[in-house]
């Protein structure tokens, strides 16, 4: 019997280079075309075929949803023209006026703007806590709150969720869970299988890989939901082009063996970090310290590549530090070949500034790439020593 690459049944690995993939019927081609196409030849009025528009429905990007649907375990998967995009779709889909969200505090700087100030005027109340303290999480609890955020680990300062755990309370109190799988990806962390009701991605991370296109995606088993989010998707119009899901469904090829790269250099990384003078503290869920060492290693297959730590010299010394780096380079974003290092407080996350929920102004934060552990460690060293 032939084995089919793209069964549920078959390896991660095996259904990222498979699922959604399949050689052309006509031309025999291994790798799908890029359809280009805005419109489509229709047999009769009204009598349309799968395709119409592209906006409505694009055969590459199918090619695409299929693929990330196969490898977060899900039954439906929607892609977005961004991460804030399949955010703002969700959050449109589940929640409506006089509605209450539960989100982390130290929630991505772009999650929070999204809430605070374009959902919140709209009706949608909103709470910030420590997510990873059950007793945060019920002292947040309102009998209007419909959704809790969760991401894990979280940005910048690498917290861990229980997943399972937090899914069964907000289910028990009629409230769903998002889980922000961007840090983790699929390949380290199946948010559904541990309970979650939908998964977001920023598919411009970890799952492009390369620095090189802007996407997110939304995954979820919910029929009604997904047919929400199928409308917003349309409605909205917040789709990726065709070379963007393209590009989206290479990286996603070589996730997996992108991933353990990145783990293993980010482990030495955080491990170096932590015995050094100049560092005051270091968050890696890898490290036995960590406050959620135990639970990552329970729903993680790996600790993923970021590494966060504060300078011990304070924000002065920490903005000089990170221009200092070679190997690592000065930017915003995460989760590529390269390694990145950047100052949330004052990029990323600067959206917090002045609020009770800003981040600590000596905090660095690192997205640890592929290279040579050698060199990313000497051109750390060089940087703290100065």
């Known amino acids: 019997m032939v084995v089919d690459p793209t069964s549920p049944e078959r390896g991660f690995e095996t259904r990222a280079v498979h699922c959604g993939q399949e050689p052309d019927a006509v031309t025999g081609s291994v790798i799908p075309a890029v359809h280009l196409a805005t419109t489509y030849r229709q047999g009769a009025v009204g009598a349309a075929g799968p395709y119409e528009y592209a906006r409505s429905g694009n055969p590459t990007r199918h090619s695409l949803e299929r693929q990330l649907a196969s490898l977060e375990g899900a039954g439906f998967a929607f892609a977005f023209a961004s991460g804030l995009a399949a955010e703002d779709a969700v959050l449109r889909a589940v929640l409506s006026p006089g509605d209450h969200v539960v989100l982390p505090r130290d929630a991505y700087g772009g999650t929070f703007r999204l809430v605070a100030q374009v959902h919140a005027p709209t009706g949608v109340a909103y709470t910030s806590t420590d997510i990873a303290e059950p007793a945060a999480l019920a002292a947040a609890w309102r009998d209007e709150t419909r ?32 889980v922000d799988n961007t840090f983790a990806t699929p390949y380290l962390q199946q948010p559904l299988a541990l309970g979650a009701d939908v998964v977001v991605h920023s598919t411009t991370k970890y799952l492009g890989g390369h620095s090189d296109v802007v996407g997110g995606v939304v995954a979820l088993d919910d029929a009604a939901v997904a047919e929400r989010l199928g409308f917003l998707q349309n409605a909205t119009g917040a789709v990726p082009g065709p070379w963007d899901c393209y590009l989206v469904q290479r990286g996603v090829k070589t996730l997996a063996l992108r991933m353990q790269r990145h783990c293993a250099n980010a482990d030495a990384v955080a491990r170096y970090l932590a015995g050094h003078r100049r560092v005051a503290a270091t968050y890696y869920p890898g490290l036995p310290g960590h406050r959620g060492h135990e639970v ?41 070949v390269e ?6 407080g004052r990029m990323t996350h600067a959206v917090l500034a002045g609020s009770g929920l800003a981040i600590d102004p000596a905090l660095v934060r690192l997205s640890v790439g592929i290279e040579s552990l050698d060199d990313l460690l000497a051109d750390l060293d060089q940087a703290l020593s100065q």
């Not at 809790?148 to 869970?177: C, K, M, Q, Y």
């Open 339 to 344: 390694s990145l290092i950047e100052h949330p």
């Open 296 to 336: 990552a290693g329970r729903q993680m297959r790996g600790f993923g590549g970021i590494v966060s730590f504060v300078h011990a010299d304070g924000e002065g010394a920490a903005l000089a530090m990170v221009a200092r780096t070679g190997v690592f380079t000065l930017a915003e974003s995460l989760g590529a």
């Open 147 to 178: 959704l809790v955020w969760v991401e894990t680990p979280s940005n910048p300062s690498l917290a861990i969720v229980d997943i399972a755990a937090t899914a069964a309370f907000a289910h028990a109190r009629g409230a769903r869970l998002v």
